[in-house]
C-alpha cells in the first residue's frame, strides 16, 4: 500500500507542474482560444490534488478493511 501512495504522489507533482506550466503558457499567449484553457488548466490545479486525497483515503480504508 506504501508503493501505490508514493506512486499516486509523485503522478501528482508531475501533473501540477505540466500544469502549471501550462498555465504560465496560456497566460501569456494572446490568444483567445487560451482562455478557455486557462481556466481548464486553473481547475485542474484544483480537481487533481482532491481527487489524489481521495483516492488516499480509500486506499487507507482498504488496508482497515484487510487488517480486520
Do not use: C, N
Request: zero cysteines.
Amino acid at each position: 500500500m506504501k508503493k501505490i501512495r508514493q506512486i499516486l504522489a509523485i503522478v501528482g507533482v508531475v501533473l501540477l507542474v505540466v500544469l502549471y506550466g501550462m498555465t504560465i503558457v496560456f497566460a501569456l499567449l494572446d490568444d483567445p482560444k487560451t482562455f478557455h484553457m486557462l481556466g481548464a488548466s486553473i481547475a485542474a490545479s484544483v480537481i487533481i490534488p482532491v481527487i489524489i486525497w481521495v483516492v488516499g483515503i480509500f486506499v487507507r480504508l482498504d488496508k482497515k478493511d484487510k487488517e480486520e
